[in-house]
């Protein structure tokens, strides 16, 4: 279960039941799950899955598309024919607001875009509601992207880093609308579990990003110390994502983890509950830490001092945005100032602050719960058939500034870095999905890879016997200066016979040449592979 995704999608439901329109079926990974959840129809997603390659991707798109638009049904057990059906009886389709429209989760990509294509050519209305784009996007997910977003009447998103790419991606302003989170107002309901009279309340990610999970979680454990001791508060954990019935995965093992590692005893932890639960949890503390996003979400909607850690370019541009709706961007941290000690400086300036914190994300709200109503008002006109009616750009607030300027600068200074590092691993993850995007050119890579590691160990061994024969060499010089010296002062007087070292270099150097041949053979093919894949990228962005 994952509560960001459920709170999202019963907002949905919840929002265009108060605007009078109903839910004919809700698309889910799990839909038996879903069904018993909403109470609501619930059908299988197209059939998009992270192991396919880029070639099962595209033929699963192209055959889903052409029956959209040749009209002939799949056979019963393909879930495009129930997807097809209920497109087709249907007002229009609602992508819900989420952040997995990325080159990260390919076939969530291809799975959105194959579910607007079918819509369009059924002449349904699209809405794409509260996204985060990217931020990582390869050059066929972003056509696939920049085809779906421009398909739709109507486009919001969540962040400055998903608008600036809606731009870049050639979207007009005219459908493209900057919102808060779809569930930023969820509507609560009350835990039966007991709760402190005050707490500070964390969610963590088993995720860290660029460093060992045991080191992050030790120095999460240091922070949460800091927090307990600084504020007097208990620590409560409140899982977003991992099994109903477990209590050994997704979060709820992050938190054990962390836990553990702690010195103070004043700590709790939740079980999964539903995501009314937890936005009545979250809203009701009085110092909220995350790594996850929809916390944040909750917490700085309700003016509780919030501290949000991102371990990536990807955590980094949901928490950042979730935090700006606000002005608290400023305590949007990087994982990196855990270990450094900077984000206790960060936590302390918050409690310290919170009163002065807590009204300004709270004179903020009202502004953005009519920008959240507006924003639903209008994706019902636009599946009312009546269009979209507003223009009018969402004013985020001036940041609070509560830091101290010389902790501020630091922080923004490995915020930078560190979102400059995650990019650089991200972007070489790519060009590795690059090289896998289908099997033979995958399997020639490995056998390349494998080739070149023989080449470069027979290499070794060839360099290490030329340092023994180097070593021989020397010394057999040495030895014949001594026996011969006399007898060629005798014979030559000052003339020397000169050092062969010219000859045995040409020697060495031709048969390093032949023994080199393999490696530069895989050289030239794994050139010539990049010189291809440069220019399809080109041509892909002309």
């Known amino acids: 279960m994952h509560i960001g995704d459920e709170a999202m999608t019963q907002a949905l439901v919840d929002e265009l039941a108060d605007r009078d329109?109903?839910?004919?079926?809700l698309i889910s990974g799990s839909p038996r799950e879903t069904s018993a959840r909403y109470g609501l129809r619930s059908i299988a997603r197209l059939g998009f899955t992270s192991a396919m390659n880029l070639e099962a991707r595209e033929a699963r798109r192209?055959?889903?598309?052409?029956?959209?638009?040749?009209?002939?049904?799949?056979?019963?057990?393909?879930?495009?024919?129930?997807?097809?059906?209920?497109?087709?009886?249907?007002d229009g389709l609602v992508v819900a607001g989420g952040g997995n429209l990325s080159a990260m989760w390919h076939e969530h990509v291809y799975d959105r875009?194959?579910?607007?294509?079918?819509?369009?050519?059924?002449?349904?209305?699209?809405?794409?509601?509260?996204?985060?784009?990217?931020?990582?996007l390869n050059a066929r997910d972003g056509q696939l992207l920049a085809e779906l977003l421009g398909s739709a009447s109507l486009v919001g998103v969540r962040e400055r880093d998903s608008l600036d790419i809606a731009h870049q991606l050639g979207l007009p302003d005219r459908m493209l609308r900057s919102t808060p989170d779809d569930a930023i107002w969820l509507a609560e309901a009350p835990l039966e579990h007991d709760l402190p009279p005050e707490y500070c309340v964390v969610t963590v990610a088993p995720v860290a990003g660029l460093v060992d999970f045991d080191l992050y979680a030790t120095s999460f454990a240091r922070l949460l110390d800091e927090a307990a001791d600084v504020s007097g508060l208990d620590i409560v954990f409140v899982p977003h994502q991992g099994s109903v019935s477990r209590s050994d995965d997704g979060d709820q093992a992050a938190h054990h983890a962390i836990a553990r590692r702690m010195t103070t005893k004043r700590v709790h932890s939740l079980p999964m509950l539903t995501p009314r639960q937890v936005a009545f949890v979250t809203r009701r503390a009085s110092l909220s830490i995350s790594s996850r996003y929809h916390p944040i979400v909750f917490s700085a909607s309700a003016g509780v001092p919030t501290v949000g850690i991102s371990v990536d370019e990807y955590t980094a541009v949901k928490i950042g945005g979730a935090l700006d709706h606000f002005g608290l961007s400023e305590f949007a941290l990087p994982s990196s100032a855990l270990e450094s000690g900077h984000a206790a400086q960060a936590l302390a300036s918050a409690w310290r602050d919170r009163d002065p914190l807590r009204a300004s994300a709270l004179q903020v709200a009202p502004r953005v719960r009519r920008q959240s109503a507006l924003w639903w008002d209008e994706v019902a006109s636009v599946l009312r058939g009546d269009g979209v009616f507003s223009t009018a750009e969402f004013e985020r607030p001036t940041p609070a500034a509560l830091l101290p300027p010389d902790l501020a600068q630091t922080i923004d200074r490995m915020r930078t870095w560190q979102r400059s590092e995650a990019t650089s691993v991200t972007a070489r993850e790519l060009a590795w999905q690059s090289m896998e995007s289908s099997s033979t050119e995958r399997d020639a890579a490995v056998e390349l890879e494998r080739r070149l590691g023989d080449?470069?160990?027979a290499l070794s061994d060839t360099r290490q016997q030329l340092r023994y024969a180097y070593v021989a060499l020397d010394a057999a010089r040495e030895l014949a200066a001594k026996i011969?010296?006399?007898?060629?002062?005798?014979?030559?007087?000052?003339?020397?016979?000169?050092?062969?070292?010219s000859e045995i270099d040409a020697l060495l150097n031709t048969r390093t040449f032949r023994w080199s041949a393999p490696a530069r053979r895989v050289y030239g093919r794994m050139r010539r592979y990049a010189v291809?894949?440069?220019?399809?990228?080109?041509r892909s962005r002309s």
């Open 484 to 501: 011969g010296e006399p007898i060629f002062q005798k014979k030559l007087g000052d003339h020397r016979i000169p050092a062969p070292q």
């Open 113 to 136: 875009s194959a579910l607007v294509a079918i819509a369009s050519a059924k002449g349904k209305p699209v809405v794409v509601s509260g996204q985060t784009l990217g931020p990582a």
């Open 532 to 538: 291809r894949a440069r220019n399809r990228y080109r």
């Open 21 to 25: 329109i109903e839910v004919s079926a």
């Open 62 to 90: 192209a055959v889903v598309i052409s029956a959209a638009h040749s009209g002939r049904i799949p056979p019963s057990a393909d879930p495009a024919a129930q997807i097809l059906a209920a497109i087709a009886n249907a």
């Open 455 to 457: 080449s470069e160990a």
